[in-house]
């Protein structure tokens, strides 16, 4: 599988990113890519278990980019709703996080935003946000 110039652009900028600050926002337009982009990214840095959390009806497309890709990770697909169903002694160094907008607003973190900072601090992983829609009620 081949990136698309401008994905090879963002993994370049983006690792750069997650190399300094292990955080990393992608805010790319819808269908282009921020799945195939994130992987690129986990694959530079040097992953070996990533988590990658969405929605219900986009996990077999997240299966079928990964396997597409073939990269050396191991990949774990999960809903948001089945966050709590995993295994504590897993290890994951990355984390993506895919509609990332939808985990709550801002100051009162909802219950999917407490799971996943719960993640964060036991983890200590790199963190990719992916959201098409940014702002989805209002700055």
Known sequence: MQFRDYQKEIIDKGTA???KSKFLY???????GKTLTSLGIAQNVHTHH???VTKKRAISSIEDDYSKLNPSFQIKVINY???HKLNPRDKYDMLVLDEAHSMGAFPKPSKRAKQVKDIILRHNPYVILLSGT???ESY
């Open 134 to 136: 940014p702002t989805p």
């Open 26 to 32: 992608l805010s790319m337009e819808v269908r282009t």
């Open 81 to 83: 709703e089945s966050l």
């Open 50 to 52: 990533l988590l990658f």
């Open 17 to 19: 990113v997650i190399r």
